[in-house]
């Protein structure tokens, strides 16, 4: 049994770039088709698509983006609020990360969001990960 789903898709992708694979494939929830729907706003991914598996199992294949040399336009993926440790930060902290290179993604009462789109809107949240 999983009890980090984010987590687990955090590191599937983690994995995928670091072996160069062009798709990854994840389990299916909403968080992490909203995660995803940030990380190809801010392209760090090219797309995703969801998948109807057998027994109503959806799984989300994502296809990983690369540069001019070959190199993952990911960097680094870290997961910060944890089932044991959740982290919450208000508006004011969420300005900029890694000196505005980096994207924290951050679950709000307006959903799934960037860091700078949660800044914008005075809204603060559960920050669920850290993209750079």
Not at 3 to 32: C, P, Q
Request: hydrophobic letters at 35%.
């Amino acid at each position: 049994m999983m009890n980090d789903i984010i987590a687990d898709a955090l590191t599937r992708i983690r994995n995928a770039a670091m072996r160069k694979l062009e798709v990854a494939t994840l389990l299916h929830s909403n968080t992490v088709v909203g995660i995803l729907d940030v990380l190809q706003q801010k392209e760090y991914i090219d797309s995703y698509k969801v998948i109807d598996g057998e027994k109503n199992k959806k799984t989300v294949q994502v296809t990983l983006k690369y540069d001019d040399n070959d190199n993952s336009v990911i960097n680094e993926l870290t997961r910060v609020s944890k089932p044991g440790r959740r982290v919450y930060r208000p508006s004011s902290e969420l300005k900029s990360f890694k000196n505005g290179y980096g994207t924290i993604i951050v679950s709000t009462n307006k959903g799934i969001i960037a860091n700078d789109e949660a800044f914008a809107s005075n809204v603060g949240g559960e920050v669920l990960c850290t993209v750079w």
